[in-house]
Structure formats: C-alpha cells, structure tokens
C-alpha cells in the first residue's frame, strides 16, 4: 500500500493510516552513531534522582516531592545534531514538564539562545502536549512556541526526538519526520540562535503553567515521575566561549559534514509528512497569533490554509525554569538556567 493513498477514507481508517504514513516515512532512520552517558554528559542537578543504566547507555530522570533532575552535555557546540530515544511518564502527569533543550542561558545571561522541545503533561486519560521553540540573542520578549498532540502514547514506547541547528536552519523531529523547520533570513537578525549551546535534558515540577495555565498541578501520589533517555546522539561542532585561549575544536569540516548529512536534507516524502502532522496536529502557532503579534514576525511563511485553521488565541501569561531542583551544577558554574520569558497558553 502506499504511504501516500488515505486521503478519501473514513474517520477511523483515517486515524489508522495517518499513523501508517509516519511510519512509512521514518522506516528509512538516519545513520547516527550513539555515545553512553560518560562520553558526551554529565549530571545537572537531581543527585539520586538520575540513575545511569549499569552500561551507562541510558538514563533516567525521576521526579518526586523533594527535587526533579536534569544532566547537561560535556561541551558546547556551535551547531549540531541532538538527538534521544525517550520515553515519558505515564498515568496522571499535569504539572509536569520534561525538557529537552539547548541553552547558553548559564554563559550569556542577558543575550542568551535557545532551541526546545518541551513535553508538557496532562490529567488521566488526557494526551501528552508538548511545544517546541526557540530565542536567540536574549529574544525573551519574542516567544516562538509551537504546540501539538501526538498520534501515540509517548509513554509506552521509546520514540526519537530530534533537533537539527545549523548557521542556515533549524529543524525538530520526532521519530525522523520533521515537524517544524525555522530557515535564517537577514530580518531575523540576530534573534537566530548563533553562540555556542550546551545540550540539556530535565524534568521538573512545572506546576505553576504547564497543564491549562497550571489550573491542574503536580500530584505526587503518583511520584516518582519516571522519564528515560537512550540511544543518545549528540554531533556537532565542539566551541567553548568561555575558555580564555579557544581550541580549534571547531573545523569547517565539523560544519560541513552537519550540513550535508541525511538529517539535513527534507526529502519530498518528509515534506509531506511534515505538511500532514501540522494539519492534523498542531494547535497553535505563534506566526497567526494576531494578540501577540499583530505584524507576524520575519521568519514565519504564512500558510493560507494553515491561517484559516487558527483563532485569536488567549493571554493568559506564565514563566519559568527548565530546572526545577534547587541544587546547582557544580560544573564551571553552570547552574540552573532561569527563563525570563513572559508567554501566553494557548490552551487556555
């Protein structure tokens, strides 16, 4: 059958085949090699509540009543490839927020990038929602969100999460079919991410916005909260802005070979796919939020179909940090990275 024939079908034959075109698309996986947690991480915050597989393969990040967890990558990179296998929790998960993200925020407190993928939890029986976005330049007061559903469970099984950052675009993936792609233009400026980034991953107590504008928080009856990381990706140009004298890490080769590897490439297939989950799936986009943005900003290209689609959304404002623990990293003073940003929950 082919991947692409479903579109004059029933409702739930629909449901069925839109999941069957996914899977078509990401059959062919990129070529990554992996590393184990010691090769390329090392633990955030969270202490006992980051438990390494004995192979040093995996982890997990556990949330309780008393702190979350997060381990950061070893270097910074000037562009790259992130990439993990993660699994999220199950059953009751408002409140909740698993990160997986890329910051300097620790290095440029007042001029810092960032590119997210961020899984927002929900009550029993309700889908995992998650956003993606990105600052550049300490562009806090331009919040680039993105929301969507998924058409699976993410806490049942394993699925690769991906984000592509090069000098030219940014793309995110989810089991390798791109779901957003963010292409440089000179209007951007320099609210494009371009300093070097650390590559995080954490879950904390997000209580306060992350289900319904935080109408419904964290309920630690079902603690511990159990998110799990494996097959861990991370290629890239090593940089590291803060060393008085900076190595050569960084090669044009480095840039070059990031540049034209398959992940960097969205095939006629992918484009496809990608055209499909955002249809379907996303529920809200910063480019037709007329309340925030009256004048669109200069990356967005509006989709005439996609702007029907879309309504004035809501103001209801929250913040916060991707680090909920209260310990600090010991790491040349990378602690907690607090985001001063204002948004708005669409959900509301």
């Given at each position: 059958?082919?991947?692409?024939?479903?579109w004059s079908?029933?409702?739930?034959?629909?449901?069925?085949?839109?999941?069957y075109?996914?899977?078509?698309?990401?059959?062919?996986?990129f070529?990554?090699?992996?590393?184990?947690?010691?090769?390329?991480?090392?633990?955030?915050?969270?202490?006992?509540?980051?438990?390494?597989s004995?192979?040093?393969?995996?982890?997990?990040?556990?949330?309780?009543?008393?702190?979350?967890?997060?381990?950061?990558?070893?270097?910074m990179?000037?562009?790259?490839f992130?990439?993990?296998?993660?699994?999220?929790p199950?059953?009751?998960?408002?409140?909740?927020?698993?990160?997986?993200?890329?910051?300097?925020?620790?290095?440029?407190?007042k001029?810092?990038?960032?590119?997210?993928?961020?899984?927002?939890?929900?009550?029993?029986?309700?889908?995992?929602?998650?956003?993606?976005?990105?600052?550049?330049?300490?562009?806090?007061?331009?919040?680039?969100e993105?929301?969507?559903?998924?058409?699976f469970d993410p806490?049942?099984?394993?699925?690769?999460?991906?984000?592509?950052?090069?000098?030219k675009?940014?793309?995110?993936?989810?089991?390798?079919v791109?779901?957003?792609e963010?292409?440089?233009?000179?209007?951007m400026?320099?609210?494009?991410?371009?300093?070097?980034?650390?590559?995080?991953?954490?879950?904390?107590?997000?209580s306060?916005?992350?289900?319904?504008?935080?109408?419904?928080?964290?309920?630690?009856?079902?603690a511990?909260?159990?998110?799990?990381?494996k097959?861990?990706?991370?290629?890239?140009?090593?940089?590291?802005?803060?060393?008085?004298?900076?190595?050569?890490?960084?090669?044009?080769?480095?840039?070059?070979?990031?540049?034209?590897?398959?992940?960097?490439t969205?095939?006629?297939?992918?484009?496809?796919?990608?055209?499909?989950?955002?249809?379907?799936?996303?529920?809200?986009?910063?480019?037709?939020?007329?309340?925030?943005y009256?004048?669109?900003?200069?990356?967005?290209v509006?989709?005439?179909?996609?702007?029907?689609?879309?309504r004035?959304?809501g103001?209801?404002k929250?913040?916060?940090?991707?680090?909920?623990?209260?310990r600090?990293?010991?790491?040349r003073?990378?602690g907690?990275?607090?985001?001063?940003?204002?948004e708005?929950?669409?959900?509301m």
């Amino acid at each position: 059958m082919d991947c692409l024939c479903w579109w004059s079908v029933s409702k739930p034959l629909y449901l069925l085949l839109f999941s069957y075109f996914f899977s078509c698309t990401a059959k062919a996986a990129f070529n990554l090699s992996t590393i184990s947690f010691d090769e390329g991480y090392s633990p955030l915050f969270g202490d006992g509540n980051l438990v390494r597989s004995p192979d040093g393969r995996s982890a997990r990040l556990l949330l309780d009543r008393f702190t979350g967890a997060g381990f950061i990558s070893s270097r910074m990179y000037k562009y790259g490839f992130f990439s993990a296998n993660i699994k999220l929790p199950g059953y009751y998960t408002a409140g909740l927020c698993v990160a997986f993200y890329t910051s300097n925020g620790d290095v440029f407190k007042k001029t810092h990038d960032e590119l997210d993928i961020e899984f927002l939890g929900n009550t029993k029986g309700e889908p995992w929602r998650f956003q993606t976005n990105l600052y550049g330049n300490g562009s806090t007061s331009h919040g680039r969100e993105e929301r969507y559903r998924l058409w699976f469970d993410p806490s049942k099984e394993f699925h690769r999460y991906s984000i592509l950052w090069t000098a030219k675009t940014i793309i995110f993936y989810i089991d390798d079919v791109p779901i957003r792609e963010v292409i440089r233009n000179e209007e951007m400026g320099s609210e494009f991410p371009s300093k070097p980034m650390s590559l995080y991953a954490t879950i904390w107590d997000a209580s306060n916005w992350a289900t319904s504008g935080g109408k419904y928080k964290v309920n630690y009856k079902y603690a511990p909260f159990v998110s799990e990381f494996k097959d861990l990706a991370l290629e890239g140009c090593p940089s590291d802005p803060i060393e008085e004298f900076p190595s050569f890490d960084c090669h044009e080769s480095d840039i070059a070979r990031l540049e034209n590897a398959d992940y960097a490439t969205i095939t006629r297939r992918q484009r496809s796919a990608m055209r499909r989950f955002r249809q379907r799936y996303m529920y809200y986009s910063y480019c037709y939020d007329a309340l925030r943005y009256p004048v669109p900003l200069p990356e967005c290209v509006i989709i005439p179909s996609e702007k029907e689609r879309f309504r004035d959304t809501g103001r209801l404002k929250f913040g916060g940090s991707h680090q909920g623990g209260k310990r600090r990293s010991r790491r040349r003073g990378r602690g907690r990275v607090q985001a001063s940003t204002l948004e708005y929950d669409p959900d509301m």
